[in-house]
């Protein structure tokens, strides 16, 4: 039977020399680039999430109001109508209808602008302090 002798722990680095230190590198940028990936898949998901969540509530809010819509339009037309001719009354209530579809159409575009860029905003800013921090430490 033999016994193995376990590798011995590393030496913080204070106290480590210059060689070990830069054996370290590799494994250290390695696990670093693997965290911020990870990072940035998590915010993107984040931030899909919110715009998926936003674009349906956006589409069922769409297709109630046309039900909706659509019967008020007739009463609307009906009750008008009483007033003056059947065409004008029509024209009036499409005409509001239209005023009524831009008001939402922008009410969902700054919702959608919310959600974008849909960059990983953090984990960039995280990549970017990393190289700041190594660029003085590779130019000594």
Do not use: C, H
Not at 3 to 23: K, N
Not at 37 to 53: D, F, P, S, V
Not at 105 to 127: C, F, R
């Amino acid at each position: 039977m033999t016994t193995s002798t376990p590798s011995p722990a590393p030496r913080p680095a204070s106290e480590a020399s210059i060689g070990e230190l830069l054996s370290r590198v590799p494994a250290q940028t390695s696990q670093l680039v693997r965290d911020e990936i990870r990072l940035a898949q998590a915010e993107l998901t984040q931030k899909g999430k919110r715009a998926g969540i936003g674009v349906g509530l956006f589409g069922g809010a769409g297709l109630f109001s046309i039900y909706g819509v659509g019967a008020l339009v007739a009463a609307a037309i009906l009750g008008l109508s009483e007033a003056v001719d059947g065409w004008l009354a029509a024209l009036i209530v499409a005409v509001v209808l239209f005023v009524i579809a831009g008001i939402a159409a922008l009410i969902g575009k700054n919702e959608v602008q919310q959600a974008v860029p849909p960059v990983p905003q953090e984990a960039v800013a995280s990549v970017k302090t990393d190289i700041e921090t190594i660029k003085p430490g590779a130019s000594a």
